[in-house]
């Protein structure tokens, strides 16, 4: 049930707020609607050269200190918090889209040993929200500030919050139309908020693996001991037939960091690394070049006040950078939406490409034979979201596997995922799902 | 030559400022360059199913009056418009990148026969300009504004400028390592940003041409006759095997319509004309459904003051919209980057996704043979822009056609383009090419 | 009646919307009242040096182009369309207080012939608005947006409105309690906002006289003539016993001037022009100084691009210039609250301060023998506003003169104006009444 | 001398900064100067009716957590916090003021027990700085930001700085013309930056000590042991012949305050406190009364959740207050001019009024047999700040004293206190004068 894995003030509230009753009565429902109505699943075989025999394959993240990243991160950050308040004062969660904001760069004078922050960056938090339900008064601005800051703090410990950056909300109302769409689902199901849709595939290709490993690394491990390596970490993996080539745009810190020789040395070693996780994943060969814009001759170098290149005009918005799986993959099919921010309860453009990736993942886990497949979902407004317009997959099966039995599982998967599909809102505002 | 298609005033100009000369030059140097170094073309065949064998198939389109269409229109204004003003007073184009930028819905009240614009729409212009070169002073924010507002009033002619929108602007200068990148091209040939790529492919599919057609003819003749239907018009197309489903959702303009009647007579004209167009392009059975979230009953319809939902709370973004060919096909490879707002020099994210259209456009139109092709630029920060690290075309012959001779015309014309790179420059400002 | 100086749409809505009712009965009210309870009206006798009898007099205007008179001006413009506006909607003036916002400075670059305005002024509207009477919407922020815009281009007809300024609105609704106070007035008579006070005087010394003078006369006279005269210019006037020494500082405006030569001779004509008026109204000496701050050596000279200093980085605020007399009277007593933008209704420290001249001017031009008086009308939160907590008078007399027949003619002249004092919000929004 | 009570640091830079040695040479240069050349003191003697024995007299003062005193106090907070740092790294106050700027009022929902911030308050600073000097960056903005931040903090210790506020920067570079002004004054002594003038005036009257007695012992001691008392406290005192009257409105806290009979309880208490403080001043009679718009039937009370109106949508600007004496008097002379956030340099607008009152003061101190004694300093533009166009002195003797004794000390403390104005400047950087 919906309410489970949160909290037990829930189940008091449960009583009386309609929201939270829809929502716990939802999988109910779902099986008995399925029981009437077939949904419209589409498993179909595609013929095309797999990824890893193409010529060319190009891959890129950008690390969680990025312009476009934090902009993301804190518009999630913003969804998350208002969803938990909903849920702890109006029993569920209301209508909100957080999916939009602009990190304004500011203006840094780095300098080894530790610059300083010129000009504040300027962030600006915007979408809509509610503001009243049922006689309860949200105060959705206080809290998407207060999130906002929260999650900048986390992210960019180098940025004094006090005065290196203005974080400013200007929150609306949503239209009213959209409104009637999500509360008038009395009859147990959210209904999707646009015709839209979600995208997702499996498994990762080796560059897309090294790509996403390298910059797990350097955020889980690396950057612990060595925290001269900002988080604005931009990877660009660049397959050309059996060579990878990874450039690497790392916002080196200069408060830890003495001199030109020691960041030189940090070049060499972040490359190092980096052309170690790479090997893990992979026996094409692998040439790994760091900060490659540096004019060490003119000391013009990537040296950073705060670890990200915010600070000095690089401008941000959210949906602009990493897909939901956590990359930027031209030669795979891609959403152009924004998950980050959009509410999790009926926003196609967050719940389809969350569970597009997450079906595409468990097909491949559980079921044998399939070398790539690809998961689309399109929704139409005003449809139940456990009932899309079309669920399609496409997929890429290993050479003399048995079509009609991978496909057979396959669709029991997807019809499974719709069935469940709640559980996307579940795992977004328990933070068990990454939007970026 | 670059200067060309510009005024005299460029020819005066020229003798003095160095930027223009590097550009007037680049042709010379680039035949110079290509008779030294190759360039890394790669043509591919590729073998895959071709598009209109895809079981599924989905393509959007936003209208200019779309949030995200609107924000990508400024950004491109303006971008445009400090364009000229560099060449006009530097003699050549300066660094600047103003592909960022927000607009913050309103609140309106429509009413049949004319509403009421509540609260006004914000419009955040944000991004870097140079703002002093050579002991010029450029009005880089002056310049932003009247172009911010000028784009808004050629698009959303019923919005009244006085009352119903906020423009603000708060452009920065660039980060100076990057301007470095940039004024340091005295060899003649502007370099790379960034790490980047760009992406295109031709020709349209059905859907993909109905889609697009259907948008064109709302904006280029129906609009004209019927002033009702705003600007702000999305198109779903869903191609599920041989059926084709229009979803378009449609602002209407209130002081248009006298009543609920004769809302839905238009929406009805709306779905006859969108049909007949389609059925123009293709066989297949194509059904239309406009505005499918009104609910009579409760007499709420899609009904704007403005034609746009930018003025009841919704949000755009730069480069949450169309791709730089006018459409959203997750089902092609894309590009994240917005193409909108980047500066037309040596912005990979915009030069290289507007290249990669037309080459495929062209091969499409000189070479016989191709079913589909794929176009993928991409750039290293540092290296000239005319000598990409890789160019990769893959190709979808048609049945039964020469693959070595295909391939050598379209590597021709791709060695020709990039020979002839500035020429996007020049069309862009000149706005001959669209970028979203 | 209150009503009867409006249009006829007002007697309509008088039946439907309480507020107007009771307006108009407001007389009456007053009258029954006022047979049943005395107010409490002090005229007093006072024994001071004579201000022309004191060494030392300062006497300072804004002109109507300088920072802090545009933000008086467009706080007072708000709050006049607001109330137009809610007179039309609604039948009555509603709750609303514009007199905060900002004009924060922009950056130009003047040239004889013409310069440029580099970055546009900032002007932030702030304040607070009923929006919602009754079932109507009051869309508050874009009339404000409006009327802001409207008084600007009017005052500063060299300003462009597209690309020399933003205007950005940020109003809230009034506190709870306040408009409790406002709207709970059943019985008849609007109560105080608040425990304030006004104060006026009359009549002006030959200073006061001198410097409003010059200043009329530019605005009303000279500036049609020579319009190199920029509307921000402030006047100094210091009488040292019987010396009177001006010293404006005039905005002249690049475009109507060629070169130095004209701005020096600009500045001649001004000086001569001014000594003409201010001999009108003295026989002492007079000497004007222009512009003191100009280096003519180094070229550095008061020529503007707009004719305002807001351009070149001054700011201004609400309420930090002229008081409603028009003047800055250090030698006299004067209040600190901002008159414009204030509601017309009850809030003191609008009614009061322009009651207060009013009536001091009323007294010397009625009645005979007054040499000075001081007026001071002193307000209780709650208290209807035409019962002040006290009105009080304090005359110098001429000397020989029969001070009871001049106190009991005063005190009636208080009484009337107290029992009339709506005439006062009548006048306002009719702009009969200047508020700086 | 100047640098003596600032830290070690200064006497280092001393040697390499010009604008310090400027300063440190100014005393005897001043000396010099004065041999050379004789101030303009005008001493006059005045005959009028003493404040005290006037009819009517009204005081006003806003405590330090009203909204306008928030403007002021971040005002002044952002001018110490550059003062400091340009003297620190430039080694001497360059040129800013920052005397102006916004706040917009927020919206709470109070509650007995602890209520809740709904929409933060917005503070807008604004000012123009000094950025670069001398090859050195200052982060003009960052040290405002900080600076407003702190200021915040600890002003109102109830609100909570990361959900409650949003603190924004738009600050300008100053005008060139008003630059070369200040840094021109190679000669030796800061030269006005402006034609101004400041007043002042000694002693107190009973009404005066008493408004300020009151808000002192409430932010001094009250407060302290009962801190439902926010800090936003304004008191009006009228004094009617020989009864004072004391309206009180204090923004109580509703943390600190379980529900309606502990407000009554709360304002009771203040009232007695008032009064007893009230009584140590006067043997007048005195009446108290708090929060007198409360209607404690509606449940419409003054309770807040920060202490400040600012909370509820009240707005407040810089020089909106309080006088540089802490009070408004409209009885007695009075400047327009915000005292806080002007530059402690050469600001007439700061300098003089703090001047005149601390002149003022020392007169009435030093000198016996003066009743009352006003003083105005006139500046002009260009002229060294200790030679005024004008400082003069009315005097109130008291009855049967020798005047022209009297008048001899008075010029004399006039005259002293101009050769040594600079000491206003180090104490104003050193905190030890208030502003507001």
Redesign the interface.
């Known amino acids: 049930m919906f309410g489970d894995p949160l909290d037990n003030s829930i189940k008091e509230t449960v009583k009386f707020c309609p929201l939270l009753v829809i929502l716990a009565n939802r999988i109910a429902d779902g099986r008995t609607m399925s029981a009437k109505k077939k949904r419209n699943i589409?498993v179909?075989t595609?013929?095309?050269?797999p990824i890893e025999s193409?010529?060319?394959e190009?891959v890129?993240r950008k690390g969680i200190g990025h312009p476009d990243s934090l902009a993301d991160g804190i518009a999630e950050a913003v969804s998350k918090a208002l969803s938990h308040e909903y849920v702890k004062y109006c029993g569920g969660i209301l209508h909100h889209n957080t999916d939009?904001?602009?990190v304004?760069?500011?203006?840094t004078?780095p300098a080894y040993g530790g610059g300083?922050?010129?000009?504040?960056i300027?962030v600006?938090v915007?979408?809509?929200a509610t503001?009243h339900f049922n006689g309860v008064?949200v105060?959705?601005?206080?809290?998407a500030?207060?999130a906002a800051?929260?999650y900048l703090r986390d992210t960019l410990p180098r940025l004094?919050l006090?005065?290196?950056v203005?974080?400013?909300?200007?929150m609306?109302?949503?239209?009213?139309?959209l409104r009637?769409?999500f509360t008038s689902c009395g009859s147990g199901v959210p209904r999707a908020n646009d015709?839209?849709?979600g995208?997702g595939h499996a498994p990762f290709s080796e560059t897309e693996t090294i790509v996403k490993s390298v910059s797990d690394y350097l955020d889980d491990t690396l950057r612990r001991e060595h925290p001269v390596f900002g988080p604005d970490v931009k990877i660009?993996g660049?397959r050309?037939s059996d060579s990878i080539t990874l450039?690497i745009?790392c916002a080196m810190i200069d408060r830890y960091c003495e001199g030109i020789q020691e960041y030189l040395d940090m070049k060499t070693l972040l490359a190092e690394e980096a052309l170690q996780i790479a090997q893990k994943h992979t026996k094409r060969k692998v040439q790994v070049f760091v900060n490659?814009?540096d004019?060490v001759d003119?000391e013009?170098v990537?040296l950073t006040v705060t670890g990200s290149?915010a600070e000095?005009?690089?401008?941000?918005?959210?949906?602009?950078?990493n897909?939901c799986n956590g990359l930027?993959t031209?030669?795979?099919?891609?959403?152009?939406?924004?998950t980050s921010g959009k509410n999790p309860i009926n926003h196609i453009g967050k719940i389809y490409n969350l569970l597009a990736n997450q079906v595409a993942q468990e097909c491949v886990e559980k079921v044998d034979g399939i070398d790539e497949i690809y998961l689309?979902f399109?929704s139409?407004?005003?449809r139940p979201v456990d009932y899309p317009?079309?669920a399609?997959a496409?997929v890429l099966p290993k050479p003399g596997m048995r079509v009609d039995i991978i496909n057979y599982d396959i669709e029991k998967i997807i019809e499974e995922s719709l069935e469940n599909i709640t559980s996307i809102t579940r795992k977004v505002i328990n933070g068990e799902l990454k939007t970026f």
């Open positions: 589409s179909e595609i013929n095309q050269t193409r010529e060319i190009l890129e939009q904001g602009e304004v760069g500011g203006e004078i300083k922050v010129i000009k504040p300027y600006l915007v979408g809509r503001k008064d105060p959705a601005d206080a809290i500030l207060r800051r929260d004094d006090e005065s290196d203005v974080v400013d909300v200007r609306g109302v949503g239209s009213t139309d009637d769409v015709t839209s849709f995208v660009m660049l050309n450039t745009a490659t814009a004019n003119k013009s990537y290149s000095m005009g690089d401008d941000g918005s959210v949906g602009r950078g897909r930027i031209p030669g795979r099919p891609m959403s152009i939406e924004a689309r399109l139409q407004i005003g317009l079309v399609s496409q």
